[in-house]
């Protein structure tokens, strides 16, 4: 078979001045992605040329594949309709294949984590509300290499098919016997064969049958260590994905919730120490632990937190339930566990009318007259948090909307929308002066933005300090900085009204940000404490005024049943998944989490051992945190039995949680 028998020589300039950029592109953006994780590669040992192949075959196999497969339809199509058909669908599948392949690129050098349809199918319909951050995100060498790739994708081909050899139409000149048809046609079906060939073997790498062989090689062992849509070629990985999902079964074994289909619903009993106090949470926007100051001395970020936790209870292992905004609002309102995304039931199932198959803690506090309100500093349409909030029960919302800030009146900082922490002070003196001349005991929640990243803005509106070298972590620093601000000026409010003494506070965050200590930002797909461990302070102006410290692990599942008992309250029926934090707690009680994302990961805390889930797309992780508070040495391969346990437990738990959200829920 002549390469003049596949194509003529004018086809083969014209496919081939595509097809070898686009190779050398795709190949090159794949270097530069494993090199941003070349941390991970060197703690396998995978740190030769040869055993760095292994990392690039899928992307070897698709591009091998997707050239063939191009040349083959060139040569099966040399005329009419048919031929502009390929020629349009060959510009316009490669421009999808670089502009996913520069995203994914992108996507992982700002998380760490790679591209999948997941992803894609949440994030894309609300591309409006995130295109200021990916303006602010890519650089501008970034953009401009993405529109000249883009623009060499449309018109390369022809303009050098044209300077060399001359374009006239789009038509071949016609076969001169049928028998050279027939040669051409059976050539162009064995080249698309042998297309398919490589691109199913591009899917196959890190899963099945090909890791046990690559395995078998030298050093093979250690690459197949790594997270494995890594070893994917991006777009392969998002097809990949794609097709679990489209063709995920529903479970027809699901655990049941029999603590929930055997109780009545909840409802509050008032008790001979029951008290019509005030209550206030305070949420905080993407506040970890260890970057506050009552849990990290040597940071001086937040020092009116640190002032306030003197005189407080302090919970030292506060975790999240998911690191997610919405999700933890869920866990925090209404003390059950959020449900884990499902690409069939949208970004925020909870959000949808009976959504949630549980009353809420502003729900179950107004039927005893409690008045209701929730204050948000950033959009109420972003992940429908109206359509959460009024699912929680809250009489009232505050949000940018309803305070006339959008647009016209938010500040915009380098393209991003920056909603200050300020913005809510006179909204909540407003309705806390009406509070007052009624009488009526109330919960007001407050939900902060200062720290949420991009974390710009806050240097430039009030100055900035030096707590760190790194200047994204020093941006983020400031910002709680910021925020710390803001409580002072909140606590001062209620000082001026005659509010404080009555009124007990709850401050805690509700997910934590990583810098990369596991080679990942952000916050929605990390297991580790970096994303899940928060702060959580009750302050009780009319009690523990000496302050407390708490060693035992608590969850922001516990907030709802504390509130109840701190107000006097026992919660009849129902099925909490929280414990009051004013009552004794166990040192090893067992904590679970879910990261953001379909199928994941999942961790649980069983007293002092962290173990981490990954659904099979990385190895099982296992730590001591009284040894290993950074999560820097697993133990899992020398410990597989608790490792099946842990296991076989964090499976069982996410399943009773898919079965409380499919069973009845509330009108």
Not at 126 to 139: A, S, T
Not at 275 to 288: A, D, G, H, P
Not at 531 to 549: E, F, N, S
Request: glycine share 6%.
């Amino acid at each position: 078979m002549t390469l003049s028998k596949i194509l003529a020589r004018r086809d083969w300039f014209y496919t081939l001045s595509l097809l070898i950029p686009f190779v050398v592109y795709v190949l090159l953006l794949k270097i530069l992605i494993l090199y941003a994780r070349i941390s991970e590669f060197s703690t396998f040992g995978i740190s030769t040329p040869f055993r760095a192949i292994y990392l690039e075959l899928s992307d070897v196999f698709f591009v091998l594949g997707y050239a063939l497969l191009w040349i083959g339809l060139f040569s099966a199509a040399r005329k009419g309709l048919l031929r502009w058909a390929v020629v349009f669908l060959f510009h316009a599948t490669t421009l999808l294949v670089v502009v996913v392949t520069t995203c994914a690129y992108q996507y992982l050098k700002e998380t760490g984590t790679t591209l999948d349809y997941t992803v894609i199918f949440l994030w894309l319909p609300r591309l409006d509300e995130l295109m200021p951050y990916i303006i602010k995100g890519v650089p501008s060498s970034g953009w401009m290499l993405l529109i000249a790739a883009m623009s060499y994708v449309l018109f390369g081909p022809w303009l050098i098919t044209r300077l060399v050899s001359g374009w006239r139409d789009g038509s071949e000149r016609p076969f001169s016997s049928g028998r050279q048809e027939r040669a051409s046609l059976l050539s162009s079906l064995l080249v698309c064969c042998l297309a398919l060939a490589f691109g199913s073997l591009s899917t196959q790498v890190g899963s099945g049958w090909m890791d046990d062989a690559l395995a078998r090689l030298p050093g093979g062992e250690a690459t197949w260590q790594i997270n494995k849509p890594l070893l994917r070629a991006p777009i392969v990985n998002v097809m990949v994905t794609m097709a679990e999902e489209l063709h995920r079964e529903e479970a027809t074994e699901v655990a049941s919730d029999e603590a929930l289909e055997n109780s009545s619903p909840a409802s509050l009993v008032p008790t001979t120490s029951s008290e019509r106090r005030n209550v206030v949470i305070i949420l905080l926007e993407s506040t970890r632990a260890q970057s506050v100051t009552p849990y990290n001395e040597d940071l001086k970020t937040t020092p009116f937190l640190n002032e306030l936790a003197k005189n407080s209870l302090l919970f030292e292992k506060a975790y999240v339930v998911q690191p997610y905004s919405s999700k933890a609002n869920v866990a925090i309102n209404c003390g059950i566990s959020p449900q884990p995304i499902l690409l069939a039931t949208g970004l925020l199932p909870e959000a949808r009318p009976g959504g949630i198959p549980s009353r809420c803690l502003p729900d179950l506090l107004k039927t005893e007259g409690y008045s209701t309100a929730y204050f948000l500093a950033s959009s109420g349409y972003f992940e429908n948090f109206g359509g959460l909030v009024n699912n929680f029960g809250y009489d009232y919302f505050s949000s940018p909307e309803e305070r006339g800030e959008l647009m016209d009146s938010v500040p915009i900082i380098e393209g991003v929308p920056i909603y200050e922490d300020t913005s809510l002070l006179n909204p909540s003196e407003e309705w806390l002066k009406k509070q007052k001349e009624s009488g009526n005991p109330f919960l007001a929640t407050y939900f902060t933005m200062s720290p949420h990243y991009p974390y710009e803005g806050c240097q430039k509106n009030s100055g900035s300090e030096d707590f760190d070298e790194d200047e994204e972590l020093n941006r983020y620093l400031n910002c709680l900085h910021v925020q710390d601000t803001f409580l002072n000026d909140l606590f001062d409010q209620y000082k001026e009204l005659g509010l404080y003494e009555d009124t007990v506070f709850i401050i805690l965050g509700d997910h934590g940000e990583a810098f990369g200590e596991h080679g990942l930002k952000a916050h929605h797909l990390l297991p580790y404490d970096e994303a899940l461990r928060i702060p959580l302070i009750i302050h009780d102006p009319q009690q523990l005024q000496k302050g407390a410290r708490v060693t035992a692990p608590v969850s922001q599942l516990d907030i709802l049943p504390t509130v109840a008992e701190m107000l006097g309250y026992e919660i009849n029926g129902g099925a909490y998944q929280g414990r009051s934090l004013l009552g004794p707690l166990p040192e090893d009680r067992t904590l679970n989490f879910s990261c953001w994302g379909v199928d994941t990961c999942l961790a649980s805390l069983k007293g002092n051992m962290k173990y981490i889930y990954f659904f099979d797309n990385q190895p099982d992780q296992l730590f001591d945190l009284s040894n290993d508070p950074f999560e820097e040495h697993d133990l899992a391969s020398d410990r597989q039995n608790e490792v099946e346990v842990r296991r076989a437990e964090l499976l069982a738990w996410r399943s009773s949680i898919d079965a409380m959200y499919r069973g009845p829920q509330r009108e």
